[in-house]
């Protein structure tokens, strides 16, 4: 079989940090699956997502878009009607565009009623689904508390687990994320205390291999003469950090990589560093005994998606998919498990926003780079371009804002790839907003990192902050305020305006729409700022002259 791409394997995995892979370092994880892939493609170290958080990182992704323009800033907020994404790109160059998993995607009930638009239409559909066709969809977190579900949409997982006889209306929260004590009770693996447990399931029937035979379930279904992109999209190894046999004891607390973070870090804080290495979930991970049990159940997590991968590429070695299907491997957002004093995600220290990035090429084209690791700075939105590109489209710049990675692939180095690369956060809908007395339209935060830099501008009058990444790689030290660095904090300003200053909103005509439209006007009919005619070709005034029938201009007799 001649080696072109035809598909697209678009695999995320939640919050997963970027140096959790043995190919990116990981002293006593591996992950060997993932790392083969990286062998036969290109991994690129310095990928940063659009926002470290959930929801508008993954709008980001499926948008290629920066959040300053799609406007999703927060999980549940809708992306706007209107907004188009890369089913809607790759659809117009003949690919099918498939979910098969989570996207924590919030409709726009308002947009499809104001305009009319039928929510079980095929078109209200995929606006309601970031513009993919639902194979399965599954978000994965069934929290319940006293007043219901989180997600009040039907599981398809939770059906799954009572079908194979998991007696429980919500088995995704009594088996697949909680233990199971000696006397027969329930150990949620909400309390991270629990963490060490073995989730109370049949290792094949958690969350991670359920998703992976919906995948194969799917790629068996498709027509082999119709090109599909699948978005895969697992949610582990997200919390909460549970995980079956026999991952649940692969791992012990003397496995765990050196924690990244220095007491110098809480004097003289940033406000909004503060506020959150001193909340909730940051507090907690400043014990060592809660970091013993929860980093490796989430080293098992990652194990067991990197054994599922070796199923998957299994599959389609087995098929020959291996030959016409592009696989790329990513996440929406970091975790940071303690490093800096936090928890979770939500700033932008490497293990918040940076991520992994595995591209595997199979076209023949892509032969000079296997196995090689880019370190241009790229971001998220980059992948959308990458995939209409990859599918033969032409990338429409003027809605599309990332760029595609194809020429990387295929040995080349574009001349103009960017200088910097940006990332944001809302956080205004967090207590940290309201513990810092900001009003919500100050809860904003802005990155901008380049090769050596990182910068965070917060607005509400709060200072910057600066790292120096090439002699402080584990951003330890914050120079945000320090004067000896004006001028490089006034060079990120600039950056952050120039940025800002994008056309980002003109997203009806392209370019190329406006040069063809240059010069028309006059072959219309409209013809201004002439004194006689003869300013201009003669033809475009033909239309203005000649004998006319009826001369109104002289009075009728009589009158």
Not at 16 to 32: I, Q, V
Request: net charge negative; hydrophobic share 35%.
């Amino acid at each position: 079989m001649t080696r072109k791409t035809k598909n697209i394997l678009f695999i995320m995995f939640d919050q997963l940090r970027w140096d959790y892979l043995s190919c990116a370092g990981h002293k006593t994880l591996e992950t060997p699956h993932m790392d083969r892939l990286a062998s036969q493609g290109v991994r690129f170290s310095r990928t940063y997502v659009q926002s470290p958080i959930c929801g508008s990182s993954r709008m980001s992704y499926y948008t290629g878009r920066y959040v300053h323009s799609h406007g999703a800033q927060w999980n549940g907020y809708p992306l706007k009607v209107g907004e188009q994404t890369m089913g809607d790109h790759l659809r117009k160059v003949g690919m099918d565009c498939w979910l098969i998993g989570k996207t924590h995607m919030k409709a726009d009930i308002d947009g499809l009623n104001r305009l009319g638009i039928a929510h079980d239409s095929v078109i209200g559909a995929r606006v309601s689904e970031c513009g993919f066709d639902v194979y399965i969809r599954d978000d994965g977190l069934w929290a319940e508390g006293p007043d219901g579900f989180y997600d009040e949409r039907r599981s398809p997982y939770n059906e799954y687990l009572k079908a194979k006889g998991y007696a429980a209306e919500n088995p995704w929260k009594d088996y697949a994320n909680a233990g199971i004590d000696a006397d027969g009770n329930m150990e949620s693996g909400w309390l991270t205390k629990n963490a060490d447990m073995p989730a109370n399931i049949r290792e094949q029937d958690s969350e991670t291999p359920w998703l992976t035979s919906r995948t194969i379930d799917f790629i068996e279904e498709q027509d082999p003469n119709k090109p599909w992109c699948a978005h895969v999209s697992y949610i582990k190894p997200h919390w909460p950090y549970i995980v079956p046999a026999p991952y649940h004891n692969m791992f012990s607390h003397n496995q765990i990589q050196p924690l990244n973070r220095d007491p110098a870090e809480r004097v003289n804080t940033n406000p909004v560093f503060d506020a959150y290495l001193n909340n909730a979930v940051g507090r907690m991970f400043h014990k060592d005994e809660v970091r013993d049990v929860v980093i490796p159940a989430y080293m098992g997590l990652i194990k067991q998606c990197d054994d599922q991968m070796g199923r998957l590429f299994k599959y389609l070695e087995d098929t020959g998919r291996m030959d016409d299907t592009m696989i790329v491997i990513s996440s929406d957002h970091g975790d940071y498990l303690g490093d800096h004093w936090m928890g979770e995600k939500s700033l932008f220290h490497e293990c918040s926003v940076k991520v992994p990035l595995i591209i595997y090429d199979p076209s023949a084209a892509a032969d000079e780079t296997r196995g090689t690791v880019c370190d241009e700075l790229v971001e998220s939105i980059d992948l959308t371009a990458t995939f209409i590109d990859a599918a033969g489209g032409k990338v429409p710049d003027h809605i599309v804002e990332g760029k595609s990675l194809m020429p990387f692939l295929h040995g080349e180095t574009p001349d103009d790839w960017r200088d910097f690369a940006v990332s944001e956060f809302d956080y205004s809908a967090t207590p940290m907003g309201r513990d810092l007395g900001l009003a919500p339209r100050d809860c904003r935060l802005f990155m901008i990192a380049d090769k050596r830099w990182k910068f965070m501008h917060a607005e509400g009058g709060i200072a910057p902050m600066l790292f120096d990444m090439e002699n402080d790689p584990g951003e330890l030290v914050d120079l945000g305020t320090d004067p000896a660095h004006g001028e490089v904090i006034d060079m990120m300003y600039v950056r952050l305006g120039q940025w800002a200053r994008r056309m980002s909103q003109r997203t009806t005509k392209s370019d190329q729409d406006i040069l063809d439209m240059r010069g028309k006007s006059v072959r219309k009919g409209i013809l201004i700022f002439l004194y006689d005619g003869t300013e201009v070709d003669e033809d475009l005034t033909v239309k203005y002259r000649g004998p006319i029938s009826q001369n109104y201009t002289v009075p009728e007799p009589g009158e």
